[in-house]
Nanobody, 127 residues
């Protein structure tokens, strides 16, 4: 059984930092992992993705230079370091496993392979 579990969300002030963690289990091959976020009433947004080797990554424009995704051991645990957070970063953050990074944005709906999501961790930025 595949499980994807996020942690690290919470309340932080504008300009502060937060680190999200995610661990996936039950998948017996190498795969990409990443993060989406969603605010109630708005569309889901791809935030960041890291390839199965950890060698390549993706960031949405609004977080470039502030967020860093890492996969230190090229295994099934990733981190999202969030610095200089802004009120617009407030959202539920979901970790995703297996979906390749190229299917995070324009090609999202064309992906028909395995796709595992965590239950989410809430990030709340206070001003």
């Amino acid at each position: 059984q595949v499980q994807v579990v996020e942690s690290g969300g919470g309340l932080v002030q504008v300009g502060g930092s937060l680190r999200l963690s995610c661990t996936a289990s039950g998948v017996e091959f190498d795969y990409a992992m990443g993060w989406f976020r969603q605010v109630p009433g708005k569309e889901r947004e791809a935030v960041s993705c890291v390839s199965k080797s950890g060698a390549s990554d993706y960031y949405t424009d609004s977080v470039k230079g502030r967020f860093t995704i890492s996969r230190p051991n090229a295994d099934n645990t990733i981190y999202l370091q969030m610095n200089s957070v802004k009120p617009e970063d407030t959202a539920m953050y979901y970790c995703v496993a297996v979906r390749p990074c190229r299917y995070y944005t324009d090609l999202y709906d064309s992906y028909l392979g395995m796709d595992y999501w965590g239950k989410g961790t809430l990030v709340n930025i206070s001003s």
